[in-house]
């Protein structure tokens, strides 16, 4: 099954990549607070999650393809990376194995209070992916018609409210992170970008809207971290998330934007896991370097680390995982053989989540 790539939303990911990566050494040096880049920024992948996954399954999932051989693909593009991040984390901390890393090697620590079992700087987020991943079967009736998928967002946005409202009442955000890091307060994200996928060719106006939102993010950094999530602000901010991944769903038939857009797509998975490495690294070699030059190695030592990582290490061992899949006949093909996937059939597989 060849998927759809929508090259605006590979760039989307990796603008925000970076965003995030420069908001975290930022922050670790005290030098600034880019609260909007930091949160709304990891915001944005599930909402280009949610949208991707509509696109490529929506269809084919529950006919052509198995829910259990879609979660064999979707662990086979996160697995592989992640996992060599857990472990470069765990040496550079020194931290001996442990049950919570074997938890964090399966993918499955979003069912278990991901915010407090990932081993890895953001890591959190994936977990919860994960469960996503699990709830998309279910999600994708409601997407069928119009009316239903607004009145199911609506609900899912005023559950997101009531849960962040309720977490942090009197709280910060980094005291009450284990409470709310779960997947409640993101799947409001998640089930909005598979409304945008299923509704875009309506919208006339997306490109527009997009880049003012995007804008609008950039500029409005909020004064704390709590500003930006509860209240009148918080609904504005997720909004805005929403409304950028509806201005970047598209595609495009010009070579140099097209090479553009998957180079930022390839390295932002990887830029946004590995950057936090690198930083350590960096910091621990040359620390006497003024801090915009040490973020600047980190930004691109992160992007040129997940392009060689991606062609040497993690494609083969996707690759890897997939052929192991298909010889236990997960998803068999029309002969009811199932070959090994070559490298560009695995390639032309790869999407932007």
């Not at 939303?9 to 925000?16: A, K, N, S």
């Not at 472990?87 to 979003?110: D, I, W, Y």
């Not at 992916?129 to 005023?158: D, N, Q």
């Not at 040497?312 to 006949?329: D, F, H, N």
């Amino acid at each position: 099954m060849q998927k759809q790539r929508r090259l605006g939303l590979e760039l989307l990911r990796g603008l925000c990549a970076p965003a995030v990566a420069s908001y975290h050494c930022l922050l670790r040096t005290s030098t600034a607070q880019l609260h909007s880049w930091g949160r709304y920024g990891v915001y944005v992948f599930f909402v280009i999650s949610g949208a991707v996954l509509w696109i490529n399954y929506h269809q084919s999932l529950g006919t052509k393809l198995t829910v259990s051989s879609f979660m064999v693909k979707r662990f086979a593009r996160l697995a592989p990376l992640y996992a060599l991040a857990v472990v470069c984390t765990a040496v550079l901390a020194q931290e001996a194995p442990s049950f919570r890393h074997l938890l964090n090697f399966s993918m499955l620590f979003g069912f278990a209070n991901p915010g407090e079992t990932s081993t890895v700087t953001g890591g959190w987020s994936l977990g919860i992916e994960v469960v996503l991943y699990v709830l998309f079967p279910l999600l994708v009736p409601f997407t069928r018609r119009v009316k239903h998928a607004l009145i199911v967002l609506a609900t899912l946005l005023a559950l997101r409210v009531a849960f962040v409202e309720t977490v942090l009442d009197a709280k910060t955000l980094q005291d009450a992170w284990n409470d709310y890091t779960q997947p409640a307060a993101f799947l409001f994200f998640f089930f909005a970008g598979m409304v945008i996928a299923s509704v875009l060719d309506r919208i006339a106006v997306a490109k527009a809207i997009g880049a003012l939102s995007l804008l609008t993010l950039l500029i409005a950094v909020g004064a704390t971290a709590e500003s930006i999530l509860t209240g009148i602000s918080g609904v504005a901010y997720s909004l805005l998330a929403v409304l950028l991944v509806a201005g970047f769903c598209w595609s495009t038939n010009n070579a140099l934007l097209k090479e553009v857009c998957r180079f930022f797509g390839d390295i932002s998975y990887g830029l946004y896991l590995l950057h936090p490495i690198v930083w350590v690294g960096i910091s621990l070699t040359a620390s006497s370097l003024p801090i915009p030059v040490r973020i600047a190695m980190t930004l691109v030592g992160a992007a040129a680390g997940p392009w060689v990582v991606l062609r040497v290490y993690e494609r083969p061992a996707s690759e890897r995982i997939l052929a192991l899949a298909s010889a236990k006949t997960i998803e068999p093909n029309a002969s009811g053989l199932n070959p090994a996937p070559t490298r560009e059939a695995t390639r032309t597989r790869r999407d932007t989540t």
